[in-house]
């Protein structure tokens, strides 16, 4: 892992040439426009006067890199025209309000569309542009949790408490925390990977692409409503298939792949360490049991009745060494078991450090752009935008005299943007 040399100023990527107006938000409209703007697209964000409620240091907003930033006031009264100055140049718009925000801001689909017909406009929201819960504010966590996602994902169970060790088995009593996962527990909570960006950025980010492919052929632009209950309901497609033909129980923690069966979990290590095995064929589980030496009287692999005795087995075997020592085991095998790493020891997998899939760039480790392409690969080609330092590059850049004359004065004392947000939150 090191500096990648990425700032240079040559566009690249196969979005080269695509232009980007991207309204602040939080979450994944910032997310999708970073992927873009990391393929090659020329991303403009339109920042508010105010700072981020998250108040992050722009410089670790990863989120904001391979962006320009530009601050225009919508509340201003040449605010709207400002932006749609910009919209008359652009091919791709994000936008992250609650329904009807645009609109009532002035920068809607009718109004771009107007202003640049062949504009493909892209909605982020949680809950959509209409059903019952359309103008409730929400999160991540809300938004799967209805979409049938989060309920899929199961704790561990609680451990029972480990006997003291003995003469025989000095070590096994450790990993009594390998416990099957916890049918009845609360669901566990995978951060908001699996909404804001599985579910919400990267479904925005295909409508897009989609849309611009249509756009291209056509001439004619449209409206891409991107909603995350969406996107995190398609994620479980396949399963909704197993639930269907009486192969998958729709309860967590039972099934196949959520920890219900023993050869596909997470196991503790005797330092506490844990190993995520996924020894599902008959071959990588025959080679998993013979490097864990679970013994020729260790019950079957499809064996059911006896699942629970298996768990307790392999928890035991892996309770007798520390995660490296069981890495070492497994090196070279295909038996398909693998560290969980945090994210700070990822960064020095050799796997990844030899793929370059981390790069350190301005003192901030990050993930290189993905997926790759032989041609036209992506690159890191700026740093996170800070607000409105690109707003004279940008107005000449894109043709946009109108952005050189500044940030317009806030037509409130209480700060347009507070007002903006008080009435759209974003949807992370």
Known sequence: MGDSGVHGGGAGGPLAGVRVVELAGIGPGPFAAMLLGDLGADVVRVDRPEPSPLGIEPAYDVANRNKRSVVVDLKAPDGPARVLDLVARADLLIEGYRPGVAERLGVGPDACLARNPALVYGRMTGWGQHGPLAARAGHDIGYTAVAGVLGLVAPTAAAPTAAAP?????????????????????????ANLLGDYAGGSLYLVV?????????????AGQVVDAAIVDGAAHLTAVLQGLLAGGRWQDRRGVNLLDGGAPFYAVYPAADGGHLAVGALEPQFYAEF???????PDAPGQWDTARWPELRARIAARFGTRDRAAWEAVFAGSDACVEPVLTMRQAHAHEHLASRGTYVEVDGVTQPAPAPRFSATPGALRRPPARPGADTT???????????????????????PTAAARTTAPPTA
């Open 166 to 190: 003995t003469a025989a088995a000095p070590t096994a009593a450790a990993p009594t925390a390998a416990s099957p996962a916890d049918p009845d527990g609360p669901p566990a909570l995978p």
């Open 207 to 219: 409508g897009l692409l989609a849309a611009l492919h249509h756009a291209r052929a056509t001439g």
């Open 289 to 295: 049991a013979r490097l864990l030496e679970l013994g």
């Open 393 to 415: 590059e940008v107005a000449r850049d894109w043709g946009v005299p109108s952005l050189a004359a500044g940030p317009a004065e806030p037509t409130g004392s209480a700060g």
